[in-house]
């Protein structure tokens, strides 16, 4: 299957900053893809679409200003959580679409201290 | 929106028994059917999917069936092993690929 690649893996950052955590298409372009958010023991919840070369589609309840999303290349998009609360504290995730299914990258754990 | 919906939340079979998972969808422009399962901390993995023009598909101990009409589709594992313990997500999506989760469903394969 297709190569998803997410980094950092795990990341603790201290109240009030902003942590960006990138997504990379590693054998195939993606023009699409999305970023997640998964609480533990619950299943993955939609936070934006996010697409090459114009701005991220959001879902309901996602703060667009707090979740920044840039998808400036055909491999590559980034999550920045800006001004990071404990509450942000959670495992994200994002996926692409890459020979005809969905591939998700390895997920990256935030603790915000 | 779509929403789907996944039963059981928890499964437990026995070593070598067969394990069921449903899942049913309420928007009929979804095509697109895939499975993950999910270990501890790790990404979802992709193990099997189906398209709408298919009614059902085989890989070796896994099968998904698709009933269009009932909006609903199925995982099956026969033969279980203790490495198949995991949560397993059904999802459903169409034309892009947004795909909308079930809940999950925790397996475990009781040696």
């Known amino acids: 299957g297709a190569v998803v690649s997410q980094h950092p893996s795990w990341v603790i950052c201290k109240s009030g900053t902003s942590v960006k955590i990138e997504c990379r298409s590693l054998?195939?372009?993606?023009?699409?893809m999305f970023w997640y958010r998964q609480f533990p023991k619950q299943s993955l919840m939609l936070m934006a679409t996010?697409?090459?070369?114009?701005?991220?589609?959001?879902e309901q309840g996602v703060e667009k200003d707090k979740f920044l999303i840039n998808h400036a290349s055909l491999t590559l998009s980034t999550l920045t959580v800006t001004s990071a609360h404990p509450e942000d504290s959670s495992f994200y995730i994002c996926?692409?679409?890459?020979?005809?299914?969905?591939?998700f990258g390895e997920g990256s754990w935030l603790t915000v201290v | 929106g779509e929403n789907v919906e996944q039963h059981p939340s928890t499964l437990s079979v026995q070593e070598g028994d067969s394990a069921v998972i449903k899942c049913t969808y309420s928007d009929s422009a979804s095509n697109y059917f895939p499975w993950y399962k999910q270990e501890l901390g790790k990404r979802p993995q992709l193990i099997i999917d189906i398209r709408s023009n298919v009614g059902e598909k085989k890989d070796q101990r896994i099968a998904v069936t698709l009933n269009k009409t009932a909006k609903h589709f199925s995982l099956h594992i026969t033969e279980t092993q203790p490495e198949d313990s995991a949560v397993y997500f059904c999802?459903?999506?169409?034309?892009?690929?947004?795909?909308?989760f079930g809940k999950g469903t925790k397996l475990s394969v009781i040696p």
């Open positions: 996926s692409a679409r890459g020979q005809g299914a969905i591939y």
């Open positions: 996010s697409n090459e070369g114009s701005k991220a589609t959001y």
């Open positions: 054998d195939f372009q993606a023009t699409t």
């Open positions: 999802a459903a999506g169409a034309g892009s690929y947004q795909l909308t």
